[in-house]
């Protein structure tokens, strides 16, 4: 009998610890992540126009300095992202939700672009 109660506590603390992993406090939230990812993504698409139109830009490396802007502008830090981002990257179920999200709020972004 005390064999069985201890099996059952067991089971029910592992159940527990396994049910109670969510996301580390230190991770960004969704909602969060997908706002600065999609101003990476501005950045980035800004710096290839900026390229394509001055071939002097090659030899400057100025998408680092954009990165950064987004950083303070969302008042994170690069650690900050990078933590967030290695694990979302590590947890495929929440990665795809991430990446889920971000492309709906693009799309959005795109709509609100088109209706002005």
């Not at 580390?24 to 993504?41: E, G, I, R």
């Not at 990078?82 to 709906?104: G, N, Q, R, T």
Request: hydrophobic share 45%; with cysteine.
């Amino acid at each position: 009998m005390i064999h069985r109660t201890i099996y059952i506590l067991a089971f029910a603390f592992v159940l527990l610890v396994s049910c109670n992993s969510g996301t580390p406090k230190n991770v960004l939230p969704v909602n969060t992540m997908k706002v600065v990812m999609f101003d990476m993504l501005k950045a980035d698409e800004w710096y290839a126009r900026k390229l394509a139109g001055d071939t002097l830009m090659l030899r400057i490396k100025d998408d680092i300095p954009l990165y950064e802007q987004v950083f303070a502008v969302h008042k994170l830090t690069k650690k900050d992202f990078f933590d967030s981002y290695h694990y979302y990257e590590a947890h495929p179920i929440a990665y795809k939700e991430l990446v889920d999200s971000l492309e709906s709020f693009a799309n959005m972004q795109k709509l609100k672009t088109i209706k002005k």
